[in-house]
């Protein structure tokens, strides 16, 4: 069934077992066997039970799946915010799955953007402030990081709001905020977690349409929801059941499915 | 993230909350303001005490050679007191022989005492004066100058003239709106004129150093003052480090003359602005000691309160700290932005403290006669304990903020 999914030679190995997949440049994310348990009061919950994922650099996915399917925790893992308790995850050819805490913030700090569903700006920063926090941590100086983030801040048509406090912004201009903050590193990839949950259809319709000019572009970006229209947008579809890939498709594939009434 | 950022974020974290930032700094700036004010009134005691042992009192680098000594910090046992009474007399003769034996450059005079009330024909009746029988080096060995007239010459010592310098209070009671200077000031019956008018000395524990009247020691006032035993003989050293030679000159001259053997102590007494600090300053060491350990009290309930507030702030920005976390702020970025936020929180509460001290300190110097002087050292201290407070308080939280787990700490509310 799976086999069927596939598209090509190449990717149906990366798909369904990543052997030969070597982490590095081609292969942004690569993961193999990636476990994770947790302990709740003493029932032990399997939220992944064995994931391999390969994405390429540049790939536009979505990862879809009902609650408690385990896309939140893969999401957190991918995010390098928790670690797998077995299994290898290699981001941007750095093996990340044993690296300590600090490392961790590290390849946060560097290699991926985070995009919230709740925007998760700082209530009391302007967004200029939220924009260059990043770089705060990265260690660059102070105007060097007030140019960049302004840059940042226009690439996403928020020029004139620089000085704007989260409350005084809509929400469709919070989650720009947002995408330019994480951003601002120039991250491998783009990880955003249900992005247009809090926000209304024209809204949503606007932030994708930034994600989409983000993709073609040539960055990695991928995208956790549960709704189809959104995940629509995304060339790959990663949908997860029970702490495992359930199904992996092509986009072209995956439309036609949702067009034909699945 | 630097040093000079975080201090940035924690005040304005500070503005954002006025009124909880203030209550927040109060245990550290009262302990600060005591601290400042307690050790500046001691000083200002010090600075007190001195200035009326050194100053009016014993006089600079001077060495007050008296039977027996007038300035007891301790206790005075009954044997003491009686041993004293056996002692011989401070003579004039002592008094010469002194004179005879200093180095170059050291002064010397003869200041013999009484209580006595005079009169004028303007007043009949008064307060107690200090009449004093002194040899002119007096005045230069004690620092006095007049403010009207003139003071008396060596000569007129030497002739025995009837003259007299007085304080400006006495000028003021016995001759009330006038010009003294010429005026006869009746002392047992006899008159002195007056040639000269002290200027202001002001008091020292509560006893006014106006009211006193001088006059040559070879005049009839020694008859008052009794010079078969002077109460002292003034020796002045050109220096602080001439007065241990100046203080040896005068001892073994004394002890000559008194035949003293070499196992038996001094039946005389050698009295310094020194030697009567001693005893002070032994005392300021322990109001020094309690003006720091006292306010340290408000300053350790300062740093509860400033921990409990700063556990409070990491509760209620979980969710900052998560993004942090999320942005890559690591373990101890969060651990510094706190410990920064508590320090900077309990320093500028040190700041408040500083001034209220000084402030406290200035009105006491200003309804009281001590000098009070803010001691920089104390200021450093304050500096030191507000930082030192702040980060031993923020210490605590700052690790629960840092070890927080981003996961956690991104879905709290």
């Given at each position: 069934m799976q086999d069927d999914l596939v598209s090509s030679t190449a990717e149906r190995e990366v798909v369904v077992g990543n052997q030969g997949v070597a982490p590095g440049r081609e292969w942004v994310i690569v993961t193999r066997g990636i476990r994770r348990d947790y302990d709740m009061g003493g029932e032990v919950v399997h939220a992944l039970r064995g994931v391999d994922l390969a994405i390429r650099r540049n790939e536009y996915v979505a990862i879809m799946g009902p609650s408690g399917s385990g896309k939140s925790t893969l999401m957190n893992i991918v995010g390098c915010l928790d670690t797998p308790n077995a299994g290898e995850y290699w981001l941007n050819g750095e093996l990340v799955s044993r690296m300590k805490d600090d490392e961790l913030?590290?390849?946060?700090?560097?290699?991926?953007?985070?995009?919230?569903?709740?925007?998760?700006?700082?209530?009391?920063?302007?967004?200029?402030?939220?924009?260059e926090l990043p770089l705060v941590y990265a260690g660059v100086s102070s105007a060097e990081r007030k140019r960049r983030a302004k840059e940042a801040l226009e690439k996403v048509q928020l020029g004139d709001r620089i000085d704007h406090r989260p409350n005084e912004l809509s929400g469709g201009q919070r989650q720009r905020v947002a995408i330019a903050r994480a951003l601002i590193n120039n991250p491998a990839i783009l990880l955003a977690d249900e992005p247009t949950g809090n926000l209304d259809s024209q809204t949503s319709d606007e932030i994708m349409r930034v994600f989409e000019g983000l993709a073609s572009g040539g960055q990695t970006v991928i995208m956790v929801t549960h709704e189809p229209d959104?995940?629509?947008?995304a060339r790959r579809v990663v949908v997860l059941r029970d702490g495992r890939i359930s199904s992996d498709e092509r986009r072209e594939q995956f439309v036609s499915k949702v067009m034909s009434g699945a | 993230m630097s040093l000079l950022e975080a201090a940035r974020l924690a005040i304005s974290q500070i503005r954002v909350q006025k009124l909880k930032s203030f209550f927040t700094l109060l245990g550290v700036t009262i302990g600060v303001m005591f601290l400042i004010a307690v050790v500046s009134i001691v000083n200002g005691m010090g600075n007190y005490m001195q200035d009326a042992f050194a100053g009016k009192f014993l006089g600079v680098n001077t060495v007050n050679l008296?039977?027996?000594?007038?300035?007891?910090?301790?206790?005075?046992?009954?044997?003491?007191?009686?041993?004293?009474?056996?002692r011989p007399y401070i003579t004039v003769a002592d008094a010469d022989a002194i004179r005879e034996n200093l180095p170059l450059g050291a002064k010397w005079a003869i200041d013999d005492v009484d209580w006595l009330t005079p009169q004028s024909k303007y007043m009949a009746s008064g307060p107690q004066l200090i009449a004093h029988a002194a040899t002119a080096g007096y005045f230069d060995i004690k620092n006095l100058g007049v403010s009207e007239g003139r003071l008396f010459t060596e000569q007129e010592d030497q002739l025995g003239a009837a003259v007299v310098v007085i304080g400006s209070e006495t000028a003021e009671h016995y001759f009330p709106s006038l010009d003294p200077i010429g005026k006869d000031l009746l002392i047992e019956g006899l008159p002195f004129r007056v040639i000269g008018v002290l200027e202001k000395q002001g008091s020292a524990f509560g006893m006014s150093l106006d009211r006193q009247a001088i006059a040559p020691f070879h005049s009839p006032m020694a008859r008052f003052t009794g010079p078969r035993n002077l109460y002292a003989v003034l020796i002045q050293a050109p220096s602080p480090e001439a007065m241990p030679e100046i203080q040896g000159v005068v001892e073994e001259v004394m002890r000559r003359r008194h035949k003293l053997l070499p196992t038996q102590e001094d039946d005389f007494s050698l009295e310094s602005s020194a030697s009567a600090l001693s005893t002070w300053q032994n005392i300021q060491k322990y109001l020094v000691l309690a003006g720091i350990f006292l306010p340290a009290i408000g300053l350790v309930v300062g740093a509860i309160v400033?921990?409990?507030?700063?556990?409070?702030?990491?509760?209620?920005?979980?969710?900052?700290?998560?993004?942090?976390?999320?942005?890559?702020?690591r373990r101890r970025d969060i651990m510094s932005q706190f410990l920064v936020e508590a320090a900077t929180l309990s320093l500028i509460g040190a700041a408040i403290g500083i001034a209220l001290g000084y402030g406290l300190a200035r009105a006491v110097a200003a309804v009281s006669p001590l000098p009070t002087s803010?001691?920089?050292?104390?200021?450093?201290v304050a500096i030191a304990l507000g930082a030192g407070i702040g980060i031993v308080a923020g210490a605590y939280p700052a690790s629960r903020a840092s070890r927080l787990?981003?996961?956690t700490a991104l879905r709290s509310e």
């Open positions: 913030a590290r390849v946060r700090n560097r290699e991926i953007g985070f995009v919230f569903q709740t925007f998760n700006l700082l209530p009391r920063a302007t967004a200029l402030h939220n924009v959104i995940a629509a947008h | 008296r039977r027996f000594p007038d300035f007891n910090m301790g206790n005075v046992t009954e044997e003491m007191w009686k041993e004293w009474q056996r400033i921990m409990n507030i700063m556990l409070v702030a990491v509760a209620e920005r979980t969710r900052e700290i998560g993004i942090r976390k999320s942005l890559g702020a803010v001691a920089p050292w104390s200021v450093a787990d981003p996961i």
